[in-house]
């Protein structure tokens, strides 16, 4: 698993954003897919995850009902559509895989084996 993030960038606040995440291995569809972010002087949290056929998903609560998670085993990547963006928003987002038995607790980075790059998400207030 390789695993490229993209899609960041400035938007104004109310603004949308999708961020994609796309794996160049031959396994994506086994892994549990999450996103994180970090802003600058906070520790990483937990954004979104989706399970291994993309029946099953799960939000923070900062995020519900404007973020939503989504992936296409096709194509090897996975998405998020961020709407309705706030200031508070702003951060370097991060994908990440885990072992598609983990779910119940991928709301944790440690349980994610593999890490994207990070794409940086300013939302200008």
Known sequence: VQLQA?????????????LSCA???RTFSMYI??????????????????NWSGSSTNYADSV???FTIS????????????NSLKAEDTAVYYCAAAPYNQ????????????????TEV????
Not at 7 to 16: E, H, K, T
């Open 6 to 18: 993209s899609g960041g960038g400035l938007v104004q606040a109310g603004g949308s954003l999708r």
């Open 23 to 25: 794996d160049s291995g």
């Open 33 to 50: 897919v999450g996103w994180f972010r970090q802003a600058p002087g906070k520790e990483r949290e937990f954004v979104a995850a989706i």
């Open 64 to 66: 519900k009902g404007r």
């Open 71 to 82: 992936r296409d085993n096709a194509k090897n990547t996975a998405y998020l559509q961020m």
């Open 103 to 118: 779910f119940m607790i991928a709301t944790t980075p440690h349980v994610y084996d593999y890490w994207g790059q990070g």
């Open 122 to 125: 300013t939302v200008s207030s």
